[in-house]
């Protein structure tokens, strides 16, 4: 088989990906059940930043590289400051590991952790890596579940974090997406994310502030269809 043969079919099968919806940006699920979870809250979001397609699929690539422990680097490295508009918010420090207080419990996974604090519970998780705003840079997509003990809302932060340049840069989170919820009455804000900055950026100022009410966020909460898996020229189409 000559080279050329072997260039022309390389490029045969690049623009049958381009011609079947390859327009799709790839995403590295990390934890599927909080992608899928993530889907449901936001389809619509997702789709108009070519995560989803038309049928709810997302395209994965083939590669599994990725850190072997996301949630130690989260627990020891991000900080809290997302959640500064929350006036349920009461646990702050430089990192999630400075929150703890005596009474505090851990539970640590690989790719996330638990913190049960004496007012709240706080569940932080790593579900995908993905370019959210297409600019060329990927994101790590984090979830943050609060808990209050003593009632009132349940909020998902949906953060995006610039992954780490070496082994001891502090993360920042930008919030792109809430999903708070009041007994079973639920609401999605989503934000515009266009600037997503590094902590050394802005180290003073939180890096989103979220209220009950924010004017011109949208709310999407129709979920998305399954589609039939199938496969484009190193990356995997892989069905919700």
């Not at 049958?16 to 889907?39: D, I, N, Y």
């Not at 994965?60 to 929350?86: H, I, K, N, Q, V």
């Amino acid at each position: 088989m000559s080279l050329m043969f072997i260039v022309r079919f390389c490029a045969l099968l690049c623009l049958g990906g381009v011609l079947s919806g390859c327009a799709t940006r790839p995403v590295t699920v990390v934890e599927k059940e909080e992608f899928v979870q993530m889907a449901r809250h936001m389809p619509k979001e997702l789709q108009a930043r070519h995560l989803l397609d038309s049928e709810g699929s997302y395209v994965a690539p083939f590669s599994l590289a990725g850190f072997s422990d996301y949630g130690d680097t989260l627990f020891r490295r991000l900080s809290p400051s997302f959640m500064f508009g929350d006036s349920g918010h009461v646990y702050l420090g430089e990192n999630f590991a400075a929150t703890l207080q005596p009474d505090s419990r851990v539970t640590r996974r690989p790719n996330g952790f638990s913190i049960n604090h004496a007012t709240q519970k706080l569940t932080v998780t790593m579900v995908a890596i993905t370019d959210w705003n297409n600019d060329g840079e990927d994101e790590w997509i984090v979830s943050c579940l609060v808990e209050p003990k003593m009632g009132g809302r349940t909020r998902t932060y949906y953060v995006l974090v610039p992954p780490p340049r070496d082994g001891r840069e502090a993360l920042k989170g930008t919030v792109a997406a809430v999903w708070e919820c009041f007994g079973l009455a639920c609401n999605l804000y989503v934000r515009n994310s266009k600037v997503i900055e590094r902590a050394a950026a802005d180290p003073l100022l939180p890096a989103t502030e979220i209220q009950d009410v924010v004017p011109g966020l949208q709310t999407v909460t129709e979920p998305p269809e399954k589609a039939p898996a199938g496969k484009n020229d190193g990356l995997e189409e892989r069905s919700l």
